[in-house]
């Protein structure tokens, strides 16, 4: 049996990731990891309380030996747009959130409206990376 477990996004710097994941977004640690025999590289995840077993990995855009320059500018580029990475998450009540995270200073790109498939809206994280918040309909 196949289980979901967790993903990666890219992030500009991970301690400013880490501030907005866990203090504007709520959620929990799951690792912080740093390999010093590795070049200081650091393993940072981060996940929603409630949901033990799934974690977002929040991942410095690595260098050499990794990536060339050419193909790190290229993930940078997509970043600034919003294109390297996308996270869907769910919550009760889109509106409340909204007006939660606002609160916080989050900048939406798309406030709540109601879509074919649910209350949906969207917002960046600090690296660009493209995030959207809905609430499904019931599909029952």
């Given at each position: ?99 939660e995270l606002t609160a916080k200073g989050v900048e939406f790109v798309d406030k709540p409206t109601d879509e074919p ?22 599909m029952g």
């Open positions: 049996m196949i289980s979901f477990n967790s993903t990666q996004i890219w992030v500009h710097d991970q301690d400013v990731a880490l501030e907005f994941y866990t203090k504007t977004l709520g959620m929990v640690v799951r690792a912080d990891v740093s390999l010093p025999e590795m070049g200081g590289f650091r393993w940072l995840s981060v996940g929603p309380a409630h949901q033990p077993d799934i974690s977002i990995v929040l991942m410095k855009i690595p260098g050499e030996p990794v990536m060339d320059d050419a193909t790190k500018a290229k993930v940078e580029e997509l970043m600034g747009k919003g294109l390297a990475g996308f996270l869907f998450l769910t919550t009760d009540d889109v509106d409340a959130t909204y007006a498939y649910g209350r949906d809206s969207s917002f960046r994280d600090p690296s660009g990376n493209h995030i959207r918040l809905m609430k499904p309909y019931s």
